[in-house]
């Protein structure tokens, strides 16, 4: 089956650092990748639409200078987390597909200390 | 009220029992989606299902689109299959339900 990659699977920070996830699609091209951030203990939630080419679409809440989201190619996107602070501490997961099959990356786990 | 409920939010059961995990919904969707998370936090996707019924081993995934329904089963169950278990629905965007808690005791 088509695989999600993420890149790193866990980081530890020191607050007001800027951390940078990778999300690659593997074997496809994903025009369209989604990122979302669980905290402990709850379900995944929708952070913002990364589309190749154009600008991410962020969620309700979501800031967008905070939470850059780059997707530069049909197979790669990336959030940087910038000036992070121990609150931003999450477990940040991205998803690719095609329509509505969709896969999921294995996760970054984000500690800022 | 969110869009997709999951039932129970946790529960515990036997190895060998049957297990039922139910989610409703109330958007409109095109796929809905059964994902597995282990405690090291990676997802499993385990189903899509668009209509009917789906099966993979001792996992059994079922719709019903006219009552925004559908049930994961897990027959003979096992203590690796002790997770935390997501519906979720797509429609333009997931909407995720919040998860149920099995843990199988041996």
């Known amino acids: 089956g088509a695989v999600v990659s993420q890149h790193p699977s866990r980081v530890i920070c020191k607050s007001g650092t800027s951390v940078k996830i990778e999300c690659r699609s593997l074997?496809?091209?994903?025009?369209?990748m989604f990122w979302y951030r669980q905290f402990p203990k709850q379900s995944l939630m929708l952070m913002a639409t990364s589309n190749e080419g154009s600008k991410a679409t962020y969620e309700q809440g979501v800031e967008k200078d905070k939470f850059l989201i780059n997707h530069a190619s049909l197979t790669l996107s990336t959030l940087t987390v910038t000036s992070a602070h121990p609150e931003d501490s999450s477990f940040y997961i991205c998803?690719?597909?095609?329509?509505?099959?969709?896969?999921f990356g294995p996760g970054t786990r984000l500690t800022v200390l | 009220k969110n869009e997709v409920e999951q039932s129970p939010q946790n529960l515990t059961a036997q190895e060998g029992e049957f297990i039922t995990i139910n989610c409703s919904y109330s958007v409109g969707i095109s796929a809905l989606h059964w994902l597995q998370q282990h405690p090291g936090g990676g997802i499993v996707s385990l189903f899509m299902l668009s209509s009917g019924k789906k099966k993979h081993g001792r996992l059994i995934a079922t719709i019903n689109i006219q009552e925004k329904h559908s049930s994961l089963h897990i027959t003979a169950s096992h203590p690796r299959d002790s997770a935390v278990y997501i519906c979720a629905g797509f429609g333009n965007q997931f909407y995720f339900g919040t998860g149920t808690s099995l843990t199988v005791i041996p």
């Open positions: 998803s690719a597909g095609r329509g509505h099959e969709q896969f």
């Open positions: 074997d496809f091209q994903a025009t369209t």
